[in-house]
């Protein structure tokens, strides 16, 4: 569980650090950038000799649905919705974990049902009311259940597929070949919508784009799903959500931000009854 906790952490100083720097880039290019600088830092370890052709082209699958098709419907999902909305709607991930292992196992565990609900609960409350629905929230909300659900699958794809493996193969000898799954469908769809000639980043916007494709993808996604191999359904549900309270924290202490503290209280108060729930039964 170590891994998926520092990844929240690492998440939760990301908005912070890069709120406004990246404005006037295409977000497609920046998906694009960011997935090559997260390939190129696995790609040295790459060792395809020691892989089986299926599951090398399963792994490029599945990380051009966990990345890939994550980052399409996420970033479009700007064009109809503000920040605010689509962190709301991004917080049913954990039960799209709970779902999906469901029908996969045909076995419902309720435990880690009761678990992602309060971990969808324990970030709901950070959420001040807002009045009136923007306009195009409903092809916006559905632009981010797809990148939940495809974020949801590629982890649980990843942790199936690791499982097959013999032990002796490195976690870090695979992951360049997600990456490049993810840079493969991002790259195909940059080229129909992005004016590459037009991406001039100032030297600010390069240094944040290094961060996000080196620490906050690259580094961040391989932890996450390591982490996810060895943590219960209901546990790696549950931290899906855990870098919302985990973000406004950071904002308090960091960036000097204002929050609601009682809301803050409860939610973490949620994510503690959650993770105990879960971590009273195993995979």
Not at 33 to 61: G, Y
Not at 185 to 210: N, R
Request: charge should be positive.
């Amino acid at each position: 569980m170590i891994y998926l906790l520092l990844v929240s952490i690492i998440w939760a100083f990301s908005p912070g650090l890069i709120k406004g720097r990246l404005t006037g880039l295409d977000p497609n290019a920046v998906s694009v950038i960011r997935l090559a600088l997260a390939m190129l830092v696995f790609l040295p370890f790459f060792r395809p000799r020691a892989i089986p052709r299926p599951i090398l082209l399963r792994l490029v699958a599945i990380g051009a649905v966990q990345f890939g098709l994550m980052y399409l419907g996420y970033l479009h999902a700007f064009t109809f919705l503000p920040a605010y909305a689509i962190g709301l709607f991004t917080l049913t991930t954990p039960l799209y974990v709970v779902l999906i292992e469901a029908i996969i196992t045909q076995r419902w565990q309720t435990r880690h049902a009761i678990a992602a609900a309060l971990a969808i609960v324990g970030a709901v409350v950070l959420f001040e009311a807002n009045s009136g629905a923007p306009t195009g929230w409903l092809y916006g909300c559905i632009l981010v259940q797809f990148s939940n659900l495809c974020f949801a699958a590629g982890q649980l794809a990843w942790c199936r597929t690791r499982a097959t493996l013999p032990s002796n193969i490195q976690d870090t000898s695979l992951f360049a070949l997600p990456y490049a799954g993810a840079l493969a469908l991002t790259g195909i769809f940059s080229a129909f919508t992005t004016d590459w000639t037009a991406i001039q980043p100032t030297q600010t916007q390069v240094i944040t784009l290094l961060y996000l494709g080196i620490i906050a993808s690259g580094l961040s996604f391989f932890l996450w799903n390591l982490g996810a191999t060895r943590v219960a359904t209901g546990t790696l549900a549950v931290l899906n959500n855990l870098k919302v309270p985990l973000t406004v924290t950071v904002a308090l202490l960091f960036f000097g931000e204002q929050t609601n503290l009682p809301r803050l209280a409860a939610s973490f108060a949620c994510f503690t009854l959650a993770l105990f729930i879960s971590g009273r039964e195993t995979n």
